[in-house]
């Protein structure tokens, strides 16, 4: 059974930074493309970051958190991070992590962020 599970979310001020985990079981973690994801009150899920499996991994970061926001994975743990820094009350919402591979696609439970003063 897949499992995916996040942790790290929570309450910052304008300015903080927080750390997000997913770490996952019940896959072969190095063969999945990894990715963040956030969706904010009345709006539509959207891409925050996301890198790729294998060699030469692709790392895409989105404008409005590009040089705030850092993604990484560690293999040996099975977990994919997503480091925030400058954080803005723009960026209050629930953030999801989303591993995925041909028709395979599996998503976490989602975590809170909220950011305010």
């Known amino acids: 059974q897949v499992q995916l599970v996040e942790s790290g979310g929570g309450l910052v001020q304008p300015g903080g930074s927080l750390r997000l985990s997913c770490t996952a079981s019940?896959?072969?973690?190095?063969?999945?493309?990894m990715g963040w994801y956030r969706q904010a009150p009345g709006k539509q899920r959207e891409l925050v970051a996301s890198?790729?499996?294998?060699?030469?991994?692709?790392?895409t970061v989105v404008d409005p958190v590009k040089g705030r926001f850092t993604i990484s994975g560690d293999n040996a743990k099975n977990t994919v991070y997503l480091q925030m820094n400058s954080l803005k009350p723009d960026d209050t919402a629930v953030y999801f992590c989303n591993l995925g591979v041909g028709s395979f696609n599996y998503w976490g439970q989602g975590i809170q962020v909220t950011v305010s003063s």
């Open positions: 019940g896959i072969i973690f190095r063969l999945y493309d």
């Open positions: 890198i790729s499996s294998g060699s030469g991994s692709r790392i």
